[in-house]
């Protein structure tokens, strides 16, 4: 089994895709371990607020396997990919990290770029990993999180609650 963490966004119907889809993730590979559900502005384009989070799953799947079970959740909840990369979505999910694994795989490029450079990845991975070393610095996610430019990005955590299990509340 791999350990992979994934990032999972949504700015269309927020609370039903991020819903379906960890649903989906669930039905695929169980035990799901799940951060807290931010709001963040959009990032690249003008768009409405995006609900993102962090879900860590442990899988048998290669890397050509898994992004093609996680496009297909994606396609089943109306991802369209003909627009512009940097547009509104009803969901996205990337492969931020898989295992130990550093280089390009099937066309996915890990780890992720995004994970040290954007707070809507960061911080749910440092809330859910933080005693884990990112794969190429080396640093754990807490350290890289506690040093992070909190200005640079707008994000808050959001009421959210899956399957009866409250995943985040609302800072007051």
Not at 18 to 42: H, K, N, P, R, W
Not at 71 to 99: A, V, W
């Amino acid at each position: 089994m791999t350990e992979v963490y994934l990032s999972l966004g949504s700015n269309i119907d927020r609370y039903r895709h991020i819903s379906a889809a960890l649903d989906a993730l669930a039905g695929q590979f169980g035990e799901l371990t799940i951060s807290s559900v931010f709001e963040s502005e959009a990032v690249g384009f003008d768009g409405s607020h995006f609900f993102n989070l962090v879900v860590g799953v442990d899988t048998t799947l290669s890397v050509a396997g898994l992004s093609d079970v996680l496009k297909g959740i994606e396609d089943d909840n109306g991802r369209r990919r003909s627009g512009p990369k940097f547009s509104s979505r009803t969901l996205d999910i990337d492969i931020l990290t898989y295992g130990d694994f550093v280089g390009e795989e099937a066309g996915v490029k890990l780890p992720r770029g995004e994970l040290t450079k954007n707070a809507f990845v960061l911080w749910p991975m440092a809330e859910i990993a933080p005693g884990h070393q990112h794969p190429v610095s080396g640093r754990t996610y807490a350290e890289l999180w506690a040093d992070y430019d909190k200005s640079r990005q707008k994000l808050w955590p959001v009421d959210f609650v899956w399957q009866g299990r409250t995943l985040s509340h609302a800072s007051s």
